[in-house]
């Protein structure tokens, strides 16, 4: 089954931030640390260490505890200002044991004295990058959970495909890169691109989509940068564009492919300058926005082939997420099929009547040509206007995929979706299932995992 990639820029080792006023040693611990495979960047200069830590730096700083510029302890507080669980490493001189434990007691998370034995520096080094790593990756899977169970857009399925593709975008929510989103018509391209609005911390402003391929290429100028008053005949005031509006927020550009190739110069230049100006004036307004862009086609192809520019692909795709097609995550198609009835349902004031078991093997022997959108589609159709015209007057399995299961495959199936329908009908309520399908909690517990069903994905 192919999987959702993404192509990031490389991203940082863990680092090493050593201070000293020392020039030979700050050479010294340089190299000892780049044999040993590990970036090391020296500087003399608080101020300039102070600079490149922020909250998400994957690193640890050694500092010695006596500078002329900045006093040890004074650094070490103004760097647990930033962020109070960076492991600092402190350097005091022979016998300053005081000094030392003045340290710990402030928060430093070892010392060693001078001169100090290498092997012992490394191995410190290595245990404060491995407690680093662990206190990131801790603050991601809690942020997971809380975006998992905060209201809003979510991006729904357990098989790989989809696991992989939300890891891949909850690394991306806050990164400072715009990001292009490949995926076949119909897969949630809108859908991903919201979610990566909704999540960030841009969810206050505008999301702001607009289709390249459904503006007119006479008007598309207009609609992205604006125009001032007497622009053009018939111009009488000045009119924010798109790019404007989405200020302090996200774009999505859909269909980024249909932009006329005179356009794309332009386009090219907002994005690397971050400024927009309106046609008709001499005046850029400054942009603090995120781009995200969306193609059913191989760019990179169309670039090579001249009917695309090269330079705003790359410009572009520097985050590529690319979206499985729905016959490639078949394990979700009642998970899907499901969730649109039941809205359908409440929004049509119907009642949804369960699939047969033969009904979900006609589903799982589609091919999904449309995707996401032929499933929702579907899923409406079926509350609306019945079973009967959505999947025909019988319920007998046709040839294909159901002739090749064995019969615990069928067996496994049609556990599965009754399992599901549960789920969905108690809104996620495990104890309300286990009424329904009298089973044991742990049971219960035990063919979820098996079938990789979360309860979370069918709360309310």
């Known amino acids: 089954m192919p999987h959702p990639a993404t192509h990031f820029a490389t991203e940082a080792m863990p ?12 050479t010294v611990v340089e190299q000892l640390f780049r044999l040993e495979g590990l970036q090391c960047s020296t500087t003399a200069n608080p101020g300039a260490l102070l600079k490149q830590l922020t909250a998400d730096f994957a690193g640890i700083v050694i500092t010695d505890i006596h500078m002329p510029a900045m006093h040890g302890l004074d650094l070490l507080q103004a760097i647990h200002a930033i962020d109070a669980e960076i ?27 001078k001169p100090f034995d290498n092997s012992h520096l490394l191995e410190v080094a290595q245990r404060a990058l491995e407690k680093r790593a662990l206190v990131l990756e801790n603050r991601a899977l809690k942020a997971s959970v809380a975006r998992a169970q905060q209201p809003g857009m979510r991006i729904l399925g357990q098989s790989p495909a989809m696991v992989q593709l939300r890891s891949v975008l909850d690394a991306v929510l806050d990164a400072p890169a715009d990001v292009l989103i490949f995926g076949e018509t119909g897969c949630g391209k809108e859908l991903v691109a919201r979610y990566l609005h909704e999540q960030s911390s841009r969810r206050e402003h505008n999301f702001v989509a607009i289709n390249c391929g459904a503006i007119p290429e006479q008007l598309i100028e207009s609609e992205l940068f604006g125009t001032d008053a007497g622009a053009y005949t018939g111009a009488e005031k000045k009119r924010a564009g798109k790019f404007e509006f989405a200020n302090g927020g996200t774009l999505f550009l859909d269909e980024i492919e249909s932009t006329p190739l005179s356009l794309q110069v332009k386009l090219l230049r907002v994005l690397e300058e971050r400024r927009v100006t309106r046609l008709g004036s001499n005046q850029p307004v400054a942009l603090d926005l995120r781009i995200i862009a969306a193609t059913k086609t191989n760019l990179k192809q169309l670039a090579a082939s001249g ?34 009835a039941l809205v359908a349902a409440a929004r049509f004031h119907k009642e949804y009547q369960p699939l047969t078991p033969a009904q979900v093997q006609q589903l799982q022997q589609h091919d999904w040509p449309g995707n996401v959108r032929e499933l929702r589609n579907m899923a409406e159709r079926y509350v609306l206007l019945g079973p009967a015209v959505c999947f025909g007057k019988t319920d007998a399995p046709s040839d294909g995929i159901s002739s090749l299961m064995s019969l615990q495959q069928r067996v496994e199936a049609y556990e599965k979706s009754l399992i599901e329908e549960a789920l969905n009908q108690h809104h996620g309520s495990i104890k309300d299932v286990m009424q329904e399908l009298g089973l044991a909690r742990k049971t219960l517990y035990d063919k979820m995992a098996k079938y990789q069903l979360t309860r979370r994905d069918f709360l309310e």
């Open 15 to 26: 680092q090493i931030l050593f201070i000293d006023d020392e020039a030979e040693i700050r």
């Open 87 to 113: 492991p600092v490493v402190v350097l005091t001189g022979y016998g300053a044991v005081s000094l030392a434990v003045k340290a710990l007691q402030q928060g430093a998370y070892d010392f060693l004295e």
């Open 307 to 340: 009917a695309f520019r090269a330079d705003l692909y790359y410009r572009l795709s520097l985050v590529e997420v690319r979206l499985p097609p729905l016959r490639d995550r078949r394990d979700d198609l009642m998970l899907l099929f499901s969730h649109f």
